[in-house]
């Protein structure tokens, strides 16, 4: 099926574990983001990518590792998960190429850290 | 410090009736606003958009009001349905056409009661 998806949608870890949430999409767009979504926070960008092999910090990246070796897939790496980091975690994705530059959003994967 | 601000977290509405869900923002560099919807286990979707240039955007039930002076963003649904029970963001980007980065507000539960 067409559109972007995450594996897996709920995973419990460990303190201390590395942990890869995993992002792909079909429509080849260029712009790939990562968000965490916290009660009393709303949504917050861990990282971005503009293009394959090129990625960005946004406000939250402490503690998390991102990369984009294809168009369509943009990985996120726990690198030693902490308590902090259970969340909620979004991927999207965007064109920019033309009004209104939406985001697409993929269904989210509940993480949880004990 | 949070750029955009959703200060209601919740909003009753009967059906039929009119919703309206308000924004703030601090940032006036931001020039163009997004609206999304969230239903439980799901990702968040686009549902509407307004550029700095305009001050209403309508599409449909849902209409969106700028106010610069005041840095308020407002989003109506008329009539109300109980289909419309969602979290809604608030979203804003400085800069339209490259890789708008979005700050989200906290979100907006709307509870469309028969």
């Known amino acids: 099926d067409a559109g972007i998806t995450q594996s897996p949608r709920y995973k419990i870890t460990e303190t201390g574990r590395q942990v890869t949430l995993m992002c792909h999409q079909t429509?080849?767009?260029?712009?790939m983001f990562w968000y965490r979504q916290d009660l009393g926070h709303g949504l917050r960008l861990i990282y971005y990518?503009?293009?394959?092999?090129?990625?960005d910090k946004g406000e939250v990246p402490d503690g998390y590792v991102v990369s984009r070796s294809k168009t369509e897939n943009f990985p996120l790496t726990l690198e030693s998960a902490t308590r902090s980091q259970t969340s909620v975690y979004f991927c999207?994705?965007?064109?920019?190429?033309?009004?209104?530059?939406?985001?697409?959003f993929g269904p989210g994967t509940r993480l949880t850290v004990t | 410090d949070q750029q955009v601000k959703q200060n209601s977290p919740s909003l009753s509405v009967q059906e039929g009736r009119i919703s309206i869900l308000n924004c703030d923002y601090t940032?006036?560099?931001?020039?163009?606003f997004l609206w999304y919807k969230k239903y439980p286990a799901e990702g968040p979707t686009f549902l509407i958009s307004?550029?700095?240039?305009?001050d209403k955007n309508e599409d449909g039930r849902f209409t969106v009001f700028l106010n610069k002076s005041a840095k308020h963003l407002s989003l109506h649904i008329v009539p109300s349905q109980p289909g419309d029970s969602a979290v809604y963001f608030c979203?804003?980007?400085?800069?339209?056409?490259?890789?708008?980065?979005?700050?989200f507000g906290t979100g907006t539960r709307l509870q469309v009661t028969l």
């Open positions: 979203a804003a980007s400085v800069g339209t056409g490259t890789a708008s980065k979005l700050t």
């Open positions: 307004i550029s700095s240039i305009k």
């Open positions: 429509w080849s767009h260029s712009y």
């Open positions: 990518s503009a293009a394959a092999d090129i990625t």
């Open positions: 999207a994705s965007s064109r920019f190429t033309t009004v209104p530059y939406e985001q697409y």
């Open positions: 940032n006036s560099m931001f020039d163009y």
